[in-house]
């Protein structure tokens, strides 16, 4: 099983969009400050994640997800509407 998901900053109230094998892994190391796109935005706080059979089709979604590149959206997919 494949997720795509996406975190959110406490600190820089930044968005960032993945996939992985391991969702609960892959927060911790986000939150540990290995990943250089995501160090500075630690802590991070899983909003939504999504499920797939295959890492191609996780890859495919997580590449849609990423050409949106508005916040509106993305705050509409996981469920937060702005006024």
């Known amino acids: 099983m494949f997720s795509v998901y996406i975190l ?3 600190v ?4 960032y969009i993945g996939q992985t094998s391991d969702i609960e892994r892959r927060l911790v190391y986000h939150n540990s400050g290995y990943s250089k796109s995501t160090k500075a935005g630690k802590p991070w ?5 999504e499920s797939f059979d295959t890492r191609q089709q996780a890859m495919k979604r997580e ?4 050409k949106y590149k508005s916040r509106v959206v ?5 469920g937060k509407h702005i006024d």
């Open 45 to 49: 706080r899983l909003m939504y994640s």
């Open 8 to 10: 959110k900053s406490s």
């Open 63 to 66: 590449a849609e997800l990423k």
């Open 74 to 78: 993305i705050e509409k997919i996981i």
């Open 12 to 15: 820089t109230d930044k968005y």
